[in-house]
């Protein structure tokens, strides 16, 4: 590979945090009580933390450090998605009772070309990897399909890499939108992904080495589901077996959320069906 080509944390952070400062996200009054509340909360941990550990000057001139960097290679959405989304979606979807939700992580990207019923995603002539059917049916709650359902879905490719967040994929390889139409159902041809190590040669990396971690996630399908008068649910799917299912550097593995494909009957790759019943919006 060229120096052009080889994705790295420096490219890949810049693009997620270019990428969320594009999110349009909710610009609400301040409510000062809950911030001083929420804030005091937060350092008060970090203080037990200092005086149990004994932080030493060096460590903590280590932190600051490590902090500065994590921001100059563009590493705050990475961060922030592996190590604390989780706990984050774990408290907005508590109340749920359809489809099982996860974390959303850093490379989601609005827009994707849209299909009907049945997609091939974008992908390569010689995209690498087994050919994978994922579908299913858009439900509520009492298993009644949903026309107008929307499927938007990305994953990474055979190397472990987003398009648009690593040089030289296709703008949309591998990511694409799925209407369903009246009978709630979605097909998509795509590629079964590999386990995935997340950008290690910048400051995510230096941490988990550091701490002695691993930097690997199981090969994932990511996905955000809807369909008109319900609720979105972002969520991921993984394949039962897989590496790191049970060691996921993210935490972002539900049992509920590992699929068992079967062989295709096309008779080319591997396919399974998965629904999602959604909770009223
Ligand atoms: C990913 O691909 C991902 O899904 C998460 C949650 C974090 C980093 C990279
Ligand atoms: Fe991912």
Not at 129 to 147: H, S, V
Not at 151 to 177: C, H, K, M, T
Not at 214 to 231: C, D, E, F, T, Y
């Amino acid at each position: 590979m060229s120096t052009e080509t080889t994705a790295t944390a420096a490219g890949s952070g810049a693009s997620a945090t270019e990428t969320f400062r594009n999110k349009v996200r909710g610009a609400g009054e301040i409510d000062h009580e809950r911030v001083s509340a929420i804030v005091t909360d937060a350092l008060t941990s970090l203080h037990e933390v200092v005086r149990k550990h004994k932080l030493t000057y060096d460590e903590y001139d280590a932190l600051k450090a490590w902090m500065i960097r994590v921001g100059e290679d563009g590493e705050w959405p990475l961060f922030l998605d592996v190590w604390l989304e989780h706990v984050v979606e774990e408290v907005a979807n508590a109340d749920r009772e359809g489809a099982t939700g996860t974390i959303e992580g850093p490379y989601y990207v609005p827009g994707a070309p849209e299909f009907t019923g049945e997609a091939t995603l974008p992908m390569r002539e010689n995209e690498k990897g087994t050919p994978f059917l994922f579908q299913g049916t858009i439900t509520d709650l009492a298993g009644a399909p949903l026309e107008g359902g929307l499927v938007d879905f990305w994953q990474a490719d055979d190397d472990g890499y987003y398009s648009q967040f690593a040089p030289g994929i296709p703008e949309w390889n591998l990511r694409g939108r799925v209407t369903t139409g009246p009978d709630g159902t979605f097909k998509i041809n795509t590629m079964k992904p590999a386990p995935y190590q997340i950008p290690n040669d910048g400051a995510c990396g230096a941490l988990i080495r550091a701490a002695g971690w691993h930097a690997w996630r199981p090969a994932h399908l990511h996905l955000k589901v809807s369909a008109p008068g319900k609720q979105l649910i972002t969520t991921q799917l993984y394949f039962d077996g897989g590496d790191y299912v049970t060691d996921d550097v993210a935490q972002a593995v539900k049992p509920d959320l590992v699929l068992h494909p079967q062989k295709a009957d096309s008779g080319n790759g591997e396919q399974v069906t998965y629904d999602f019943p959604l909770d009223p919006a």
